[in-house]
């Protein structure tokens, strides 16, 4: 049985897989963490590409394609990967691997055997796994700031009964909602949630309000019995605040600022107005 996801920061785990083999992990650090798994001779870790921190010198690394994944071509075409990479411990001794999260993130270890071997998970939450764990994607077929149904931002699948180590931002909160219990979240703070979760996704105001963005526009209702994992901070949030830091300088921070856009005005009203001759002429 894994630990519970919400032990402290440097806290040894034990995660004791159907096979009867302890495999030992500890996740490291407080915001952007990184979960350390002890790997035994022939053991091996399946992890995102891009995420390996470091490993002992006796395990092996190979970046292989993963059938399980269904839009894989699609997901290629957009510019994302759709490979996997196997670390294996190839040695005669104990080794270890460094799983690291991409972002200011949490790690949590989720048995899915505890979840009647299914949850449904925010896009790229998947981290890593160890034993019998598949990781389906589907394709996104929302509008850039609408919602269609729980297909439309709970787009990763994990399957079957091993660990699985997915990533939130921020605090995380479990929910365990009863029967016919309600909860309203956020569509963005949710990170994953048990099939028998019911949602419902709810508009808070009208449709054009989609064009002009807004925080909050979308809400999921949720209904239990069922298992729901929330985070503080998406990343996509956090995305946004640093790219709103990044591109809006004021006049004190960057006095060339309404300088250069007065320049790319002017220059454009100058190619406007030669264009215009050219064409009478």
Not at 138 to 167: H, P
Not at 191 to 210: D, S, W
């Amino acid at each position: 049985m894994a630990a519970p996801f919400f032990s402290t920061p440097f806290q040894p785990y034990v995660y004791q897989s159907p096979q009867e083999a302890v495999i030992p992990f500890q996740i490291l650090g407080g915001e952007a963490q990184v979960v350390q798994i002890m790997l035994k001779p022939q053991e091996k870790v399946v992890a995102k590409p891009g995420s390996m921190c470091f490993m002992s010198g006796s395990i092996e690394m190979e970046n292989t394609y993963v059938p399980e994944n269904e839009v894989g071509v699609w997901q290629w075409l957009f510019g994302k990967s759709v490979t996997s990479i196997v670390l294996h411990n190839q040695g005669p001794n104990d080794g270890f691997v460094g799983i690291a999260a991409p972002s200011l993130a949490r790690i949590l270890p989720i048995d899915l055997a505890m979840f009647e071997g299914h949850l449904l998970c925010q896009p790229d939450a998947f981290l890593c796994s160890i034993n019998d764990v598949k990781v389906n994607n589907t394709v996104d077929q929302r509008a850039r700031n609408a919602v269609t149904g729980v297909e439309g931002f709970l787009r990763q699948k994990l399957s079957g009964n091993g660990l699985a180590f997915i990533v939130a931002g921020g605090s995380v909160v479990q929910k365990n909602l009863e029967a016919d219990e309600v909860l309203s979240v956020d569509v963005s703070c949710i990170v994953a949630l048990t099939n028998r979760v019911g949602v419902q996704i709810k508009y808070n105001g009208p449709m054009r309000r989609a064009v002009f963005g807004g925080d909050n526009l979308v809400t999921a209702v949720l209904t239990g019995p069922g298992i729901v994992f929330i985070q503080s901070l998406p990343f996509h949030r956090l995305s946004q605040r640093i790219a709103r830091a990044v591109t809006s300088p004021n006049m004190r921070e960057n006095p060339k600022f309404f300088v250069q856009i007065a320049i790319f005005f002017f220059l454009a009203y100058v190619v406007i107005v030669s264009s215009l001759i050219l064409t009478d002429a």
